[in-house]
């Protein structure tokens, strides 16, 4: 398993794991069974139906194909970048730049598929000459499938202290992801250490953009990023 280095907005570098050819192969084998099952099941269910005219045959057919052909599209958007073979290999799909991929970024993987699997498992041999364990849809969708075996939990990583009666400021920060929340504070903490002012900017006004905030409460852009995270542990914390 090779070594992922993502720098991410804030131009801070981190590392994962980049999951193996093997393991994402283990893992497309998971998920093809399980499609395997849906369509003998599906089979059965459309042999009851062959006196229907051959139109509706057709109609009935694709429209029973319909969760095969989007089963990867649809669970990586609601799975946040898993398919349930992605899940049990412990794996997913993440973005290049750390934040969390976007249904557009799975469209475009999803579209590839058709040169990667179809042609030859075209995918796979790319995945072996690529330090990042891209396969073309990857590449395209500037998106990578990290491990996360060896994953610190949120808990280690994002956890603020709260008060018995903190009250929190900006509920839309239900926006961000775990990993984004991650992200956030390590760039926090190194540029609050470093009194690094211009990227405590730059993250300011990044989270505005992303959660939707017009006009901040705090004094300084440290007290509101300090009340961000807190706010994300305080509305995340039992989930």
Known sequence: MSELQINTTQNVKIKF???GAGER???FIIDMTIKIGYLLIVGNVFDAFENMDEWSQIGLNTLLSLPVMFYTLVLESFLQGQTLGK???KIKVVKIDGYQASFSDYVVRWFFRIVDVYVLGLGFFVMLFNNKTQR???MAAGTAVIGLKDHV?????ILEHLKADYVPTYPNVIKLSDNDARIIKETFT??????DYQTLIKLRTKLM???????????????FIDV???DYNYYTQDM
Do not use: F, Y
């Open 17 to 19: 794991n980049a999951a």
């Open 25 to 27: 192969l283990l893992a």
């Open 87 to 89: 899940r049990a290999l």
């Open 136 to 138: 073309l849809g990857d």
């Open 153 to 157: 939990t949120i808990n280690h990583t």
């Open 190 to 195: 190194s540029a609050r250490a470093a009194k």
């Open 209 to 223: 953009e992303v959660i939707g905030i017009k006009d901040i409460k705090q004094k300084t852009d440290m007290e």
């Open 228 to 230: 961000i995270l807190k």
